[in-house]
């Protein structure tokens, strides 16, 4: 009997090491597999890397930077063909209108970041460094009610048309940080304030994940890795209010983007 109870637990522990193995070369030819056809960065700017500098000329106004987690991606990766369309201050919209051109049925990895800039992510920062605390409650709760009432019908609609220029693609849609460390001493906003942007956030990333899954597409969620990394944590990796190039804040730094987006891309794909 004893004999019997030693095969039957050495069996268990083959079986599962041979399920690891498995999963190990399942995560790995789920890799390979992404890199062996077009990779397509789509998305605003915390995609196309506003804030991490090193920006390609050529980009104009897009500010697509080398730093960026899509570059750093194809770098590692070496895909087949890599189209890097992501722009800054692109709205859901304008991904329909000027990113899409290069899917189709030979691409097997799209990325995306979109939805902060259709609610209105530049003004609620804006009146929230510049205003009280109730005129920054009422402008975030203004977006709020886009995000629960209009968002979901065009991500609904930008998600389809992804999917029917790249069928078998695998999509992964990425998320936004919270941006505040709240309860430290820090210049700058109140916690009153600090505390409805990080919870305007919050609802931001359930509204695209839930978008996501309905469209079978992989949800990235960017705010564990940035926890204790928000701006006021002493270590962030997010510019705060830059007053000599204010569309740098409240961006991912060059730290932001290789430590927080590219691991949570790498993961997803």
Wanted: glycine share 10%.
């Amino acid at each position: 009997m004893r004999r019997f109870r030693i095969a039957a637990r050495v069996s268990s522990l083959l079986l599962a090491a041979g399920l690891a193995l498995t999963g190990a070369a399942a995560a790995q030819a789920s890799q390979q597999g992404a890199a062996a056809g077009g990779y397509v960065a789509l998305g605003d700017s915390y995609s196309s890397g506003v804030g991490a500098g090193s920006y390609i000329s050529s980009s104009g106004d897009c500010d697509r930077s080398t730093k960026a987690y899509p570059y750093l991606w194809n770098a590692a990766h070496a895909p087949s063909s890599f189209s890097f369309t992501a722009c800054s201050g692109a709205k859901t919209d304008d991904v329909l209108a000027n990113q899409l051109g290069s899917l189709n049925s030979a691409t097997s990895l799209v990325s995306l970041t979109i939805g902060g800039n259709d609610a209105g992510f530049a003004d609620v920062m804006t009146t929230c460094v510049t205003s009280s605390d109730s005129t920054c409650v009422s402008r975030i709760n203004t977006a709020r009610s886009y995000v629960t009432s209009t968002l979901p019908g065009k991500l609904d609609n930008l998600y389809s048309v992804i999917r029917s220029k790249a069928p078998s693609a695998r999509v992964v849609v990425i998320g936004y940080p919270r941006f505040y460390q709240i309860g430290q001493v820090c210049l700058g906003l109140s916690d009153t304030k600090r505390s409805a942007i990080n919870g305007a956030s919050d609802l931001m990333n359930s509204t695209i994940a839930k978008a996501a899954a309905n469209h079978g597409f992989a949800f990235g969620d960017v705010r564990t890795p940035f926890t204790g990394h928000e701006i006021c944590s002493g270590d962030s990796w997010l510019h705060s209010v830059n007053w000599l190039d204010i569309g740098e804040s409240y961006h991912p730094t060059a730290d932001g983007q290789a430590g927080a987006y590219l691991p949570v891309l790498t993961n997803a794909a």
